[in-house]
């Protein structure tokens, strides 16, 4: 180019700064909507993100089942081989055993629920900075939709914000951005659900003079248009009240365990999908 | 082909970031590797080819982990922009030098980012900056010197024939 090193920084800088300004803009006005080259990103890496867990999977057993036993007497050796051999077929057993008592839960909770729904596995887990998603194996060929509601057999999980044509980024409510009407379970007392990170949930703008305890259910509460109400979304676990504020803060430990989520349940339902 | 490599390297390297330290650190802190890799490309490579790599690298990652999209494409274009600036000036090749700057630049994201989720969600992320923030960027920091060696070897490999870029080294 003919331009200074320092003018072609300058345009360049404004390009770039101009470009993913509009990007954040629009991204801020329609939420709902995930671009094509969005899609494409999340359905291209969704199969990788599943390689590179299974590949790290196999790696820990690979190394509680074998090199951690090197070094021990040929004999030995070979009955722990075939020790491990008959583990892997039991492990396989409780596996497949594990798998339909899930499977079970869910068709129970389905038959339950009044709602389509749709049973999903977890794909991959994505817990970076601020945020705090999981991707699901179901997208809009299946009709899933933004913002639909998503559960495990024992709570609440999150919410859909991102869709491809065969995979979903699901919101976790313990992300900062996730915030669900709630009501504590005990005494109707209302609030805001709101992510907290690795730390959990806090019920915010629930009032002192509430009774809330250690150990109290928070549900949803309906409103808010996403989550129906009456699902579980955690407990009480810390209750504090300080002289100067008029709300209590309260820390709520979500039902469910999200590292070792592996089916989940989307409830196909929202405005779109009434449309 | 010559373009496509980087490219899926890039993928990779966003996929590998947002899924192994997860699992290492159990979701506490994350290892910002794609970081690292925009401050190099800002001290050694060409503006435009910099610039895209640092576009592509913060587009992925917005798809893949950012609610609000293009703050990360925004966050990068403006860290490729800074080192670019910074290494016109200085003689970027000092290994303390490039931490102290990985780690100035993670700490300026990271305001940013609570700045942003401020002003667009209302949400005060404030309370995470020593328990998460500071230390991410120590973390990237001490491993930036070790990470330009494995981006500057690549790189080499990458460019096998085009060994312009590889000398400055």
């Known amino acids: ?275 | 082909m010559r373009y496509f490599f980087p490219l899926l390297l890039a993928l990779l390297l966003v996929v590998f970031q947002i899924t192994v330290p997860d699992i290492i650190f159990s979701g506490k802190i994350g290892v910002e590797l794609s970081l690292v890799l925009v401050i190099y490309a800002g001290f050694y490579l060409g503006f435009i080819e910099g610039a895209i790599l640092s576009f592509i690298l913060g587009f992925f990652l917005d798809c893949l982990t950012g609610t609000i999209s293009g703050l990360f494409t925004l966050l990068y274009g403006m860290t490729f922009i800074v080192a670019a600036l910074f290494s016109l000036r200085v003689y970027a090749e000092e290994f303390s030098l490039i931490a102290v700057f990985t780690f100035a630049c993670s700490l300026m994201e990271s305001v940013l980012i609570i700045f942003f989720y401020r002003l667009i969600y209302g949400v005060n992320m404030v309370h995470d900056i020593v328990s998460v923030f500071i230390p991410q960027a120590l973390l990237v920091g001490i491993l930036s010197p070790a990470l330009f060696k494995i981006f500057h070897t690549i790189e080499v490999l990458l460019n096998a024939g085009y060994t312009k870029s590889a000398e400055r080294f």
């Open chain 1, 1 to 275: 180019m003919l331009l200074p090193k320092k003018y072609q920084i300058i345009i360049l800088a404004s390009i770039l700064v101009i470009l993913s300004l509009v990007m954040v803009s629009y991204s801020v006005k329609h939420p709902e909507k995930s671009g094509f080259f969005r899609r494409l990103v999340l359905a291209t890496v969704a199969p990788l993100e599943g390689m590179v867990n299974a590949s790290i999977k196999e790696l820990g057993d690979l190394w509680t089942r074998y090199i951690f036993l090197i070094g021990l007497e040929e004999e030995n050796r070979n009955l722990k081989k075939r020790n491990d051999q008959l583990r892997g077929r039991v492990i396989q057993y409780q596996e497949g055993y594990l798998e339909a008592q899930r499977l079970r839960k869910i068709l129970e909770l389905k038959e339950q629920i009044k709602y389509r729904t749709a049973v999903a596995n977890v794909l991959g887990r994505n817990q970076f900075l601020s945020s705090r998603t999981i991707v699901i194996n179901k997208g809009t060929s299946q009709g899933i939709l933004v913002g639909m509601p998503v559960v495990s057999t024992q709570a609440v999980v999150g919410r859909i914000i991102e869709t491809s044509w065969n995979v979903s980024k699901v919101l976790l409510i313990i992300d900062e951005n996730s915030n669900i009407d709630a009501i504590v379970q005990g005494n109707r007392a209302q609030g805001i659900l709101q992510g907290n990170g690795p730390r959990g949930c806090n019920l915010k703008y629930v009032h002192k003079m509430d009774d809330v305890r250690k150990g109290d259910a928070v549900i949803s509460s309906g409103m808010g248009g996403i989550f129906p109400k009456g699902l579980l979304l955690g407990v009480v676990t810390g209750v504090s009240k300080k002289d100067a504020d008029l709300f209590q803060k309260i820390e709520v430990t979500p039902s469910v365990d999200f590292a070792k989520l592996e089916e989940v349940m989307v409830f196909l339902i929202g405005k779109e999908a009434d449309r």
